[in-house]
């Protein structure tokens, strides 16, 4: 994307990294310095002492937080992440959200990005097709599939050229359109993901459903 945009669009981008480190997953380090864009990357920190949340180039697993002076800051994770406002404006700091992963039950940060009006991408694979649908985003063409051994399910590979080439034609866009993709994003986000609509879909089906031979029998015998 860097090597095919403008001049005037290159040198305002910047890839938002919301995530946890260490953890099981990419080598930061190695992969920012053999790629040589360390300089066009930020990391979501969060402070141990003041809770501020904070973006910042690659500073490894501790960093000095520039709220309180205090070097306890890391990335987020499961224990010790964000409240629901800060997510909220973390994801409001982007243009776009990439959601680029090689499959998905229903990716949640792919749903709260379109919540908080923010255009998105992803592969029409798995749950991320209806998401792209219902909140009219971005499909980024698959370039290959493959049956992962551990799990015995299709994933699916993104194609980089392509998804290179439509976040340059969404940044050659002006910013009314992307406001208005934006918008839209949230609309769809309202319709389709909302916890009451979701509740009462699971209760209409369980209060129709009908029961067919063993279902709802719990203490029935395999003989019977």
């Known amino acids: ?5 403008e001049p005037e669009i290159a040198k305002r981008a910047y890839l938002l990294c919301h995530t946890s480190y260490p953890d099981a997953g990419w080598n930061f380090p190695q992969i920012l310095k053999s790629s040589d864009i360390g300089h066009r990357v930020l990391f979501s920190y969060v402070c141990r002492s003041c809770s501020a949340w904070f973006a910042s180039h690659f500073q490894d697993i501790v960093a000095i ?15 010790q992440g964000v409240t629901e406002q800060v997510l909220a404006n973390i994801y409001r700091c982007m243009d776009i959200y990439i959601q ?19 255009p998105t ?17 971005i499909k980024i063409k698959i ?4 049956l992962e051994p ?3 399910a299709y994933r699916m590979m993104p194609d980089n050229e392509d998804c290179a080439q439509k976040l340059l034609n969404f940044f050659r866009q002006p910013e ?6 934006g918008f839209k994003a949230r609309q769809g986000a309202e319709k389709y993901f909302d916890w009451d609509k979701t509740a009462k879909i699971w209760e209409n089906y369980f209060d129709n459903i009908t ?4 279902q709802g029998k719990w203490d029935a015998t395999h003989e019977n």
């Open 65 to 79: 937080c520039p709220h309180c002076g205090q070097r306890n800051a890391g990335m987020p994770n499961v224990q």
């Open 121 to 137: 991408m992803g592969m029409p694979y798995s749950a991320t097709k209806d998401i792209l649908e219902y909140t009219d985003g």
């Open 143 to 146: 370039a290959k599939s493959y």
């Open 150 to 152: 551990e799990t015995q």
């Open 176 to 181: 009314s359109i992307r406001q208005r993709m």
């Open 100 to 118: 680029y992963s090689i499959c998905e039950g229903a990716g949640m940060p792919h749903i709260e990005a379109t919540a908080c009006g923010i």
């Open 1 to 5: 994307f860097l090597n095919k945009a």
């Open 211 to 214: 029961l067919t031979g063993l």
